[in-house]
């Protein structure tokens, strides 16, 4: 995971196009591809992650543009355990990834998504099929 606390999440149809692009045009750099549907990028000592956005959410088809926010948070279970005590609706229940991170994702009072992770393992790319920038 990047180390920022604050990472935004902004969804593309084609993440590998929309990474090529932001490395060409601002100077982003790749740090990590998750198979085809996310990448991390870095710009100086900050990060954002490119998601794949669905097909019926791009701007053509009237669904707006998509973006989350990632918080990295040094306990997600006790961090969900309030947001769900004070009735936030949540999309994702905690959950380790092979990658290392365990995460939950909930919707705020507008309708944002918000993902919160803490890192639970230090795993190499390669063990578990991502690829290093």
């Known amino acids: 995971m990047p180390e920022g606390t604050v990472i935004p999440e902004l969804a593309y149809p084609d993440v590998g196009q ?15 591809r998750i198979a085809n549907h996310r990448i ?16 019926d959410r791009t701007a053509a088809a009237g669904g707006g543009l998509g973006h989350s926010v990632m918080v990295r948070v040094p306990d997600v279970d006790a961090h969900h355990a309030q947001a769900k ?13 092979p990658y290392g991170e365990r995460q939950y994702t909930a919707l705020d009072f507008a309708g944002r998504a918000w993902t919160f992770s803490q890192s639970v393992a230090d795993v190499a790319p390669e063990d578990w099929g991502g690829v290093r920038g």
């Open 18 to 32: 929309a990474a090529l692009w932001l490395r060409d045009a601002f100077g982003f750099e790749i740090r990590l």
């Open 40 to 55: 991390q990028m870095t710009v100086g000592d900050g990060a954002l992650v490119l998601t794949t956005q669905p097909a």
């Open 85 to 97: 005590a004070r009735g936030v609706m949540i999309l994702r229940a905690p959950e380790t990834h």
